[in-house]
C-alpha cells in the first residue's frame, strides 16, 4: 500500500524480505549463517517456502570476507534462481570486512565505493541503495563509508542503467529527506518507491536512529508519496519494529543478517524468523504475498 493512502483493515499482501547473511556477522557468531553461495541458495529457498517474497543478499569470499564481486553475487543469485522465484536483491552496501575496507592510513577505514558499484552487475532485479555517508564501528575498526550527493548520482545511475529498482535503504529522517527524495524527484526511480528503514543499528553505525515508536512514526511521516515502507531493526528490535510495520501498513524484513537470536540464549535460522513473521502476519489478518505477488506491488517484470 503506498504511504498517504489509508487502508480500514489489515485484509492486505503483506512483502517478507529474507536477509541472509549481511555484510558483519561471522560463522563464530551463529553455525546457522549461510555465506557461501550453495548455503545463501539453501537458506533463501527455505526461506521462500515459509513466505519471503524478496532475498536481500550480501555476497561473501572464500574466506568469509565481505566482498561486492559480481561473479561472486552471479553465482549466487543463478543457484537461487534455480531452486524458486524470489525476488533478487544485492547489496551495493557491502560490509565490513574483506574486500570493502581501504586502509587510509590514519587510523581509519573506508568502505570501497568502487567495489560497491559491482552490486549492480550480477543481474538482481533490485539492489539495496545506501546514499548516505557515515562511520560504522565494527571489529575494533571505524570505517568511513563516503556517499556525497555525486556518489549517490553515480550508484543510482548505474542501478537504472542496468533496470534495476532501488530499494532505498535509510537509518534516520535525514536519510530520506535529503538524498533519496531528491533523487526520486530527478527522476531516478518509478512509483512506488520502496524505502526499507533500519533502526536499531545506532551502536554500530553513527547517525543511525534506534528502534521506538516514535522513531517510527517520523520516519513514515518523512516518506516522499507514492512509498511503500519496509521496516528492519537490528538485534532484540527486531520483533516489536516489524510487529510494528505491520499494523502501520508497512512490509517487513527478517534474517540472520538483522538478528541471530530467534529468543534469549537461542539461536535462530533465516527460515525460522520468515516463519515466525508469516504467522504473527496471519493472526493480524495479512496475506502474505508471493513473488508474483509482490513484483506486481513493486511494478518489477518477472524475472527471465
Known sequence: ?????????????????????????????????????????????????????????????????ATCNDAIYRDINQRIRAECDIIINNSTGGGSSGDMLIDRGDGLYESDFAERLKGCEAGAEMATFDGMTFCDVHGGKEIVVVTPPSRC?????????????????????????????????????????????????????????????????????????????????????????????MLLGGHVRVGLEDNLYYRRGELATNEQLVARTRRIATELGLEIATPGEARDMLGLAPPT
Not at 500500500?1 to 561471522?26: C, E, F, Y
Not at 550453495?38 to 517456502?49: F, K, Q
Not at 511521516?221 to 519494529?241: E, K, N, T, Y
Request: hydrophobic share 40%; with cysteine.
Open 1 to 65: 500500500m503506498p504511504h498517504g493512502s489509508r487502508d480500514s483493515s489489515l485484509n492486505r499482501k503483506l512483502i517478507i524480505t529474507v536477509a541472509p547473511t549481511g555484510g558483519m556477522a561471522a560463522k563464530s557468531q551463529s553455525p546457522h549463517l549461510p555465506t557461501q553461495p550453495a548455503e545463501i541458495a539453501a537458506s533463501v529457498a527455505a526461506s521462500h517456502r515459509e513466505g519471503a517474497a524478496i532475498a536481500a543478499l550480501h555476497a561473501r569470499r572464500p574466506d568469509d570476507g
Open 153 to 245: 548520482e553515480t550508484l543510482v545511475k548505474r542501478m537504472v542503467e542496468r533496470g534495476i529498482k532501488p530499494e532505498w535503504e535509510v537509518f534516520s529522517p535525514t536519510h530520506i529527506l535529503q538524498d533519496v527524495t531528491r533523487l526520486i524527484e530527478k527522476g531516478y526511480d518509478k512509483p512506488p518507491y520502496y524505502i526499507n528503514m533500519v533502526l536499531g543499528a545506532d551502536k554500530g553505525f553513527q547517525g543511525a536512529m534506534p528502534y521506538s515508536h516514535d522513531v517510527l512514526a517520523a520516519m513514515i511521516a518523512a516518506l516522499p508519496p507514492q512509498s511503500i515502507f519496509c521496516v528492519s531493526a537490528i538485534g532484540p528490535a527486531q520483533l516489536p519494529a516489524t510487529t510494528q510495520a
